[in-house]
């Protein structure tokens, strides 16, 4: 099979296709011939070793694909050959076949596309993760998005909105902002570091947001905390402004808030249960229509070097899959 190979560190253009064969799954895995996957920010970080966790060399990138289940592990009851899943792989899913996870492996209606699938597992898993998990919105309150028109930005929006918040979004260009508008988002601001702690105090009549939802990082991090209000709750989601910021602790204290972590890999590996029920809830809902993945484009395996450069110049609305 063909497959997308990190063979050396470093960024998309190190990146290798060629055929590469996996093998047959091992206890707890299941193989899935791949028919899209989710080309994400974590994928920019795993090519050039910095992310949480690294597999040994050579590795494909791709956490999230929609596929078809080939085989199983010798202690995998719950699937069969032929059933169709969406999968959580952490890596390889820049591939024709993957191994993944059973424990994140889910069968998937028959009205949800592969192609949704794959737009949505890892987006949409870390945000429902997020909002109801760690921040535990509650309707009516006020939910700042930064970043909000890329993947994990639009699906904040999307479940955002059905939890009954108010939604802040915040993107760099009207374009961008234009897509948030179309999403269902009640403010929209155009950024920047300077800007974002005003903004937010303006926008809530001096009060400060509830939730702020933070994938971005760098130098908006210390400011948008800055405009969170009083027993807020700041998500740290990620860094794709490229540097994880620093904040001093006095403002937390001041403003009785909290710092709080999403790290969805983490959540699936060590509360799989909980984890399960949140992604059977969440696609529930895309089959009812209620929640539809924003999708940018699409490219063809072969051309996830463009891919990943597009998420790392951040010109992104929504997600971008490999047809695999």
Not at 161 to 169: D, E, F, N, P
């Amino acid at each position: 099979m063909k497959a997308v190979l990190v063979e050396k560190l470093g960024g998309p253009d190190k990146l290798v296709y060629r055929d590469h064969e996996i093998g047959n799954p091992g206890a707890g895995k299941v193989k899935i011939k791949v028919e899209y996957a989710g080309v994400n920010f974590p994928d920019t970080l795993i090519i050039r070793g910095k992310y949480q966790f690294q597999p040994d060399l050579p590795f494909s990138p791709g956490g999230e694909v929609g596929g078809v289940i080939q085989e199983v592990g010798p202690d995998v009851n719950e699937f069969k050959a032929g059933d169709r899943v969406v999968s959580g792989t952490s890596w390889g899913g820049f591939a024709e076949e993957v191994h993944g996870f059973a424990e994140n492996t889910y069968h998937l209606p028959d009205n949800v596309s592969f192609k949704d699938a794959a737009a949505t597992l890892m987006t949409h898993g870390t945000v429902i993760h997020a909002l109801k998990d760690r921040a535990r919105l509650k309707e009516g309150e006020t939910l700042a998005i930064l970043g909000a028109s890329g993947g994990v930005g639009t699906a904040a929006i999307q479940l955002g909105k059905l939890m009954g918040a108010r939604v802040i979004a915040c993107a760099s260009s009207d374009e961008k902002l234009k897509s948030c508008k179309e999403l269902g988002a009640d403010v929209l601001h155009k950024y920047t570091p300077e800007n974002i702690k005003s903004a937010l105090k303006d926008l809530t009549d001096g009060r400060g947001a509830n939730v702020i939802f933070d994938a971005v990082g760098g130098d908006y991090t210390e400011q948008a905390f800055r405009g969170i209000g009083s027993m807020g709750r700041y998500l740290v989601v990620g860094f794709a402004a490229g540097n994880v910021p620093s904040i001093p602790l006095n403002l937390p204290l001041l403003k009785s808030a909290s710092l709080v972590g999403v790290f969805w890999g983490n959540f699936f590996r060590n509360f799989p249960e909980q984890n399960k029920s949140n992604i059977q809830e969440l696609f529930k809902i895309v089959e009812s229509g209620k929640v539809s993945p924003v999708i940018d484009s699409v490219y063809d395996l072969v051309d996830a070097k463009s891919a990943l450069e597009r998420i790392e110049n951040r010109s992104v609305i929504g997600k971008i899959l490999l047809k695999c």
